[in-house]
């Protein structure tokens, strides 16, 4: 699977806009940005994820560059509930039989949303 | 609420002995993965199982083994515990294997090992 860069670490006032970049240079055509986050010691949180176009759910909108080299994901009103370590990782759909679906994450970004 | 159940929530054992941790995925899941979340380490892949068969091995320590039964409920049985298995272990499940497919985790089991 491609490798993903994050940031390790990132600010955002509360009620303000929060957005996480993301490279992921070296994908493949057949693989998704995907979106975790992890709230202290809870299980990842899947929150979204994309193949070309963007995409916008209840929690978050996903924003993939035309190349597909980067991503940004948006928080569009930060709360205090939001601070967490956010994964952004790029998942291929192997072929046939050795599909396996499995997410392997980085170290991620820690957001600290702050009043 | 992932819709993935994970039991227990908290286990406390001592070195040498074994125990089993289960997890039941959401409803209509047929794959399971299990992740294991050390203090200094992140998530680490260790097992994934597929309608009843193994699929895909990671990280996993041969003192671990995990199966996956016909209701699709997966049990992780870890052996000869050590200090350093002490870990949070997640559960995770899909609909499919495919790459469009989310995985959905569960909240884990904290295992302590003293």
């Known amino acids: 699977d491609a490798k993903t860069t994050q940031p390790t670490s990132m600010d955002c006032a509360e009620g303000r806009a929060a957005n996480l970049p993301c490279n992921h240079s070296t994908i493949s055509g057949n693989e998704y940005v995907y979106w975790y986050r992890q709230i202290h010691s809870q299980g990842p949180q899947y929150i979204i994820h994309?193949?070309?176009n963007n995409e916008t759910n209840e929690m978050a909108s996903l924003i993939i560059t035309e190349d597909r080299k980067s991503s940004t994901l948006i928080l569009p009103h930060a709360t205090l509930r939001d601070t967490a370590v956010y994964y952004c990782i790029v998942r291929v759909e192997e072929g046939g039989s050795s599909n396996t679906g499995k997410l392997i994450f980085g170290q991620g970004t820690t957001l600290q949303v702050k009043p | 609420d992932s819709g993935v159940t994970q039991t227990p929530k908290h286990l406390i054992t001592a070195t040498g002995q074994r125990v089993t941790l289960r997890c039941s995925p959401r409803?209509?899941?047929?794959?399971v993965y299990w992740y294991q979340q050390s203090l200094d380490q992140g998530l680490q892949f260790l097992i994934q199982y597929y309608n009843g068969e193994e699929r895909a091995k990671g990280n996993i320590l041969e003192r671990f083994s995990a199966q996956q039964f016909p209701d699709l409920h997966s049990e992780l049985n870890l052996s000869s515990l050590e200090l350093g298995d002490s870990a949070l272990y997640f559960c995770?499940?899909?609909?499919?294997?495919?790459?469009?497919?989310?995985?959905?985790f569960g909240n884990g089991t904290r295992l302590t090992v003293t």
């Open positions: 994309g193949l070309k």
């Open positions: 409803s209509g899941d047929l794959s």
């Open positions: 995770a499940s899909s609909v499919a294997l495919r790459a469009n497919s989310p995985l959905h």
